[in-house]
């Protein structure tokens, strides 16, 4: 059998089909894992690394005074399985495998993988053949290709990935630790330290620092407004900056019509066409588009395991000549740009236009199939119409662009203006993504004469450098070393999940700034790139086979050390310093009430809301959403009316979500529910917020003297509006259950909250679950919620009321229990089932059911049954079982219509009893015909 291992399901099933060819593939799981089997071959997908390494047992104790911080530099590394069911599936597969192909990603991560999957292929089975299958698209001339002529693992190339995974994990882990502990910050609230992250984080802060130490200059720029033949011609001074004021306006004193023509100089410019794609120019390109780097990539990926594009993690600039450039230019004619192409095909370029980056293991980033948008939906469509456009632009001419140069003397003051005009679109025709503004100038000759309307003198300021995008930010990675082309956005990813960055373009967070600063203060080494360029070059010395894992690991442990024999000596004053810089950042502003401050308080079971600090002083408090919706952070944005900075929400995966100013979403908020209160007027809720009470709840839990006072009415008006504010925070209170029910049985999708269909409800009067289960299903569905959903909903909405019905009459939950597994759900059926029929059912004993039908009887205003004690029961099913053809199942079905004993039968109406019971009429008047005594028997 010949066994092919990918790097994940999607790849194992677009590589089995491929190679399959019209061959059936018989797709199977095991385990919860897919195979693909077609003759003798079963491909299969990982789910990225199959094991992880972590350190050896003893050192989750963060706070262990023996395995400290630093003790993980040098403590022992064990690998563990991802997941057993993969690893379990490959090591079955691979005892009845005679041949094993690797087709993991080419580049360092994927070869990481494959040697971890060639340790687990060996354990089991040592002299199995193994070989490598390398590929830069999964399209079926790359996969036929790659895996007719396999090659052997590159353990060296391996070798440098797994040194990358062990410093990182050493470096992150002891750090994060170190720094955290120090601050006092654990759980969801660590602060992470990382060999990447760190100097990528300093970047940013020593940026926002540059921009604070700004100190605009202000400098004047002199135009003058004029004419030729009517276009109007903008001419400047050719000193494009005066930065002293006087000189300035001397120059304008001396600027005199008319404005001459001195000299024109016309020219051409050549507008190169773009280079082909690397990772970084791919994710900048994408960031003009408004994709986050993180989005960008996740997307490209997508689009390759789908066979659109090739592989998107390259830092190659140049088209090898293995690359049939015809052959996608023939895929592209298939897809919506097809006049795009054949202008290409038509217009093409000698030779593609290269970068000055060239490696062997990927090709730039280039489409490799076709696709359409209605397939690919208008977010990947947008990625991936950029690829083919930026391929097409590769093989494109040139642009050509027309310059004019003219100058002018307006009294003895020199001025010049400059236009460009675009002869040749070239590969501007195909790439829209570049800016190509003309600037067409009216014909000038030497010795014309115009006319100066208006002289102007503008007074502007310098500008401070401008902060990082995500693109830029990438770019200066790679430009100082940091990170690979495949770690860098989710770097960025991992600084803006701990909080440490925000904003776009991205700006360091108070406590990033913190973490940062406090370690450039005492261990800088950290936050410079010196140290991870030097342990990054010595990776890439792996990959060539002039250093091996261990050496490097070895002296990154010894770089750390160093670090840390500085971080230990200031730990005390790094923890001061960065819990005193880091209590800002949770401050919002003043208290409405008394004036101190509001702070932002994160709690461990996930809640989160606003308070005073002069708490238990002061009890003004705003609720927030729990931290599952978003950690709660402030934002620079300060509200102009009650002076507090707005807060923001935010999730990892997910858009922010911007609260605003807390205080005017506090008020908003609660203000409908407020005019719920009947006596609630416009007047009297204005005067309760001045008062500071916001709440439904506040006004039912104020004095009425307080609430007569803030609300300016009489005693009387105050306790009735108290009285109307505790009703209405009961209404509340049955909402909130309400609404919790209703997200538990009805998901959220698009176009459907939770918020909107709650509001649908409240407006028909549907405030309760008990009102909900006697819901007309009409006005569910109006509600948005489907058809098989409105039918589940009130199912669930009775059972609930019936439930909390029969718990509140005092029947135990466990004997609930019983009675629902019978079937018995509802209070209606103790009253409609007799006793007998009940314990029947439940097994539970007649005198415990007697007593529970009794209950809920009393409760629903029905009528009692008759007790009947077992030796009744006993006789009585005695007396029944004489009557010819009267066995056991009907006399269940007796008992369920109070049928007990023969003279129970003989009294039953009929036709109720069978309708009841389920017997047939004819059936009931035969088994009343020959009880003893009746006059057919006789």
Not at 164 to 184: E, P
Not at 443 to 453: H, K, N, Q, Y
Not at 729 to 747: D, H, N, T, Y
Not at 893 to 922: E, F
Request: aromatic share 6%; hydrophobic share 35%.
């Amino acid at each position: 059998m010949h066994l092919i291992i990918t790097e994940k399901n999607i790849a194992a099933d677009r590589i089995a089909h491929i190679l399959a060819g019209k061959t059936y593939v018989e797709v199977k799981k095991d385990g919860g894992v897919s195979t693909y089997s077609f003759n003798d071959t079963v491909v299969v997908g990982l789910r990225g690394h199959v094991v992880e390494v972590d350190f050896e047992p003893g050192y989750t104790n963060w706070r262990s005074e023996v395995n400290t911080p630093r003790s993980l530099i040098s403590a022992r590394t064990i690998k563990a399985p991802t997941d057993k069911k993969i690893v379990t599936l490959i090591q079955k597969l691979t005892k009845k495998a005679d041949h094993v192909t690797i087709a993991t990603d080419f580049d360092t991560e994927g070869e990481l993988i494959g040697k971890e999957t060639y340790d687990l292929v060996k354990a089991v089975k040592p002299d199995v053949r193994v070989d490598r299958s390398r590929f830069s698209a999964i399209t079926e001339e790359e996969i036929q290709t790659a895996f007719a002529a396999p090659a052997e693992l590159d353990f060296a190339l391996a070798a440098a990935g797994e040194a990358r995974q062990l410093i990182d994990l050493i470096w992150g882990a002891s750090l994060t630790r170190f720094i955290s502990l120090a601050a006092h910050r654990g759980g969801k609230n660590i602060l992470s330290v990382g060999r990447v992250q760190s100097p990528t984080l300093a970047m940013m802060v020593d940026r926002e620092k540059e921009i604070e130490a700004f100190v605009p200059e202000p400098y004047w720029v002199l135009t003058v407004d004029s004419n030729k033949d009517g276009e109007p011609v903008l001419a400047r001074h050719t000193t494009a900056r005066f930065t002293d004021v006087a000189i300035a306006e001397e120059a304008k004193e001396a600027t005199r019509a008319p404005l001459m023509v001195t000299e024109v100089k016309e020219g051409s410019k050549v507008d190169r066409a773009p280079t082909p794609f690397d990772t970084t120019g791919f994710i900048v390109a994408a960031g003009r588009l408004g994709f986050s780097a993180a989005n960008a990539m996740r997307i490209a990926e997508d689009l390759y395991m789908h066979g659109y594009i090739s592989y998107p993690r390259t830092d190659n600039t140049i088209y090898p000549r293995s690359l049939d450039l015809n052959g996608v230019l023939k895929t592209l004619q298939k897809t919506e740009l097809s006049s795009a192409v054949i202008w290409v095909m038509a217009n093409r370029r000698p030779v593609p236009t290269q970068g000055k980056k060239s490696t062997t293991d990927h090709p730039p980033i280039h489409p490799s199939g076709a696709a359409t948008r209605a397939e690919l939906g208008d977010e990947r469509w947008k990625i991936y119409e950029l690829v083919v456009r930026r391929f097409l632009a590769t093989l494109s001419p040139d642009a050509r662009w027309m310059t004019m140069k003219v100058l002018f003397t307006a009294g003895n003051e020199p001025y010049t203006t400059t236009g460009a005009t675009l002869l040749e679109a070239g590969w501007r025709t195909v790439y829209p993504y570049s800016d190509a503004t003309e600037h067409p100038l009216p014909r000038f000759a030497v010795g014309d004469s115009l006319p100066i309307e208006q002289v102007n003198l503008d007074r502007k300021e310098t500008q401070p450098p401008p902060r990082y995008t995500q693109s830029r930010l990438i770019q200066q990675m790679e430009e100082l070393g940091l990170g690979t082309k495949s770690t860098r956005h989710e770097v960025i990813g991992k600084l803006v999940g701990r909080k440490y960055i925000e904003g776009n373009p991205l700006r360091p967070t108070l406590v990033g700034r913190a973490v940062i600063e406090s370690l450039e203060d005492h261990a800088a080494a950290i936050t410079r790139p010196d140290m991870t360029q030097t342990i990054d070059a010595h990776m890439q010395q792996i990959k060539e086979r002039k250093r091996t894992r261990d050496d490097v690991v070895t002296e990154s442990r010894a770089m750390l050390n160093r670090a840390f024999d500085e971080l230990e000596e200031h730990q005390s004053q790094i923890g001061e310093d960065i819990m005193g810089r880091t209590v800002e950042e949770m401050i919002l502003g003043p208290c409405p009430v008394c004036g101190s401050d509001l702070r932002i308080h994160h709690i461990r079971n996930s809640s989160q809301f606003i308070g005073c600090t002069r708490y238990p002083d002061c009890r003004f408090n705003i609720g927030l959403p729990l931290t599952q919706w978003g950690w709660a952070i402030r934002t620079d944005t300060v509200c102009p009316t009650h002076h507090l900075n707005h807060v923001r929400l935010i999730a990892k995966g997910s858009r922010p979500w911007d609260i605003g100013c807390p205080l005017c979403h506090h008020i908003e908020s609660n203000q409908e529910t407020m005019v719920l209160i009947p006596s609630m007027t416009e007047e009297i809720l204005g005067r309760l917020q001045q008062h500071h009470i916001y709440t439904v709840h506040e006004v039912a839990d104020a004095p009425p003297e307080a609430l007569a006072s803030a609300a300016e009415i009489s005693s009387t008006a105050a306790e009735h509006l108290k009285s109307e504010g505790e009703a209405v925070l009961g209404l509340l209170r049955l909402r909130s259950e309400l609404r919790k029910f209703v997200r538990k049985q009805v998901p959220p999708r698009r176009g459907r909250s939770h918020a909107k269909i709650m509001k649908h409800l409240h407006a028909n009067g549907i405030n309760t679950i008990a009102d909900l289960a006697k819901a007309d299903p009409t006005l569910l569905r109006t509600a948005g919620v489907g058809e098989k959903e409105v039918t589940s909903l009130l199912m669930q909405a009775k059972e609930y009321c019936n439930d909390k019905t029969l718990r509140a009459i005092g029947v135990p939950a466990i004997s609930l229990k019983k009675y629902y597994a019978a079937g018995i759900q509802s209070p209606e059926d103790f009253c409609r089932y007799h006793p007998v029929y009940l314990s029947v059912k439940t097994g539970i004993s007649p005198d415990t059911t007697f007593r529970h039908a009794e209950m809920v009887c009393i409760a629903q205003n029905r009528p009692v049954p008759r007790k009947v004690t077992r030796a009744m029961l006993e006789r009585g099913r005695a007396e029944l079982l004489t009557i010819p053809g009267l066995g056991e199942t009907t006399i269940e079905k007796l008992y369920s219509g109070g049928v007990i004993d023969g003279m129970t039968l003989a009294s039953a109406d009929p036709a109720a009893l069978a309708s009841h019971s389920g017997i047939p009429l004819k059936k009931v008047q035969e088994f009343q015909s020959r009880l003893p005594g009746s006059s057919q028997a006789s």
